[in-house]
């Protein structure tokens, strides 16, 4: 199901590495975990400088040196502040699948950072310094893979998934109403899952999705505005446009002009 999406975010491309100065490790996940956990990936800057997130609909636990946080899903795009030089490790969760490890309410962390308090996790707070124990990257992802096995709890596949999969492969452009009638729920009920699951409402994750596809695409190739805002059910350029800002708080170009610039000036 989740393989359907690759989340897209300019800050871990090439381009937007450079830009920023940041080095980037990624590592995958073993088997029992694809599909569920995305990656894990850690970031080092010889700098302090900011780090670029878009609304992707996922969520994550960074994990500094001093202590964790958990990330909710981001209705908007926002910088997170690296104070320090040094390495910041990072797992990296799809949509909608915290709850296959923790029993928790996602909408209450949306557009926040938490601290370890919020998971209802033993070990949860020195997971940190578990992993800073060791200076090797792939012995840190190994760490966390440990950790997330043995909070694991297997489920099988639900109508919220197949909803999940149908706005996939729609590229967000489905309606709320069709997306129930075809799972066989309300409007009303799959809402409240996907405020639980996600931290979203089924609008807001329908959105989400959208916009992704739409920035991913523009990123590729920024002369086609028009093709893409009408590809994906825009009335027109128009509309493209100030959803894109309505999420990513500026124009297509401005926006792209922040991670691209040094990288075509080189």
Request: glycine share 6%.
């Amino acid at each position: 199901m989740n393989e359907l999406y690759r989340s897209f975010q300019p800050i871990l491309t090439e381009a937007g590495l450079k830009r920023f100065g940041l080095i980037l490790e990624y590592s995958p996940v073993c088997k029992v975990l694809r599909g569920i956990v995305h990656s894990y990936l850690q970031i080092s800057t010889t700098k302090p400088t900011p780090y670029p997130v878009i609304p992707d609909g996922t969520q994550a636990i960074y994990i500094a040196p001093h202590g964790s946080k958990i990330g909710g899903a981001q209705s908007r795009a926002r910088d997170i502040q690296i104070l320090q030089p040094g390495n910041y490790f990072g797992i990296r969760f799809y949509p909608g699948v915290l709850r296959y490890f923790f029993d928790i309410n996602l909408f209450e962390i949306t557009d926040q950072f938490v601290d370890e308090k919020f998971l209802p996790c033993c070990g949860f707070g020195e997971l940190h310094n578990n992993i800073y124990q060791y200076h090797s990257f792939h012995e840190r992802a190994r760490v966390c893979e440990q950790w997330l096995l043995q909070q694991y709890k297997p489920r099988p596949a639900t109508q919220f998934d197949h909803a999940l999969s149908l706005i996939y492969q729609s590229f967000g452009n489905i309606k709320i109403a069709q997306l129930a009638t075809m799972v066989g729920w309300s409007s009303r009920h799959l809402n409240r899952l996907f405020r639980l699951h996600t931290g979203l409402s089924t609008k807001a994750f329908v959105q989400t999705i959208r916009i992704q596809h739409v920035c991913k695409q523009l990123y590729m190739t920024p002369e086609n505005t028009l093709h893409t805002a009408l590809e994906l059910g825009f009335f027109d350029q128009s509309h493209l446009i100030r959803d894109y800002k309505k999420h990513l708080l500026s124009s297509p170009s401005m926006f792209f002009d922040r991670f691209k610039s040094d990288f075509y000036n080189s």
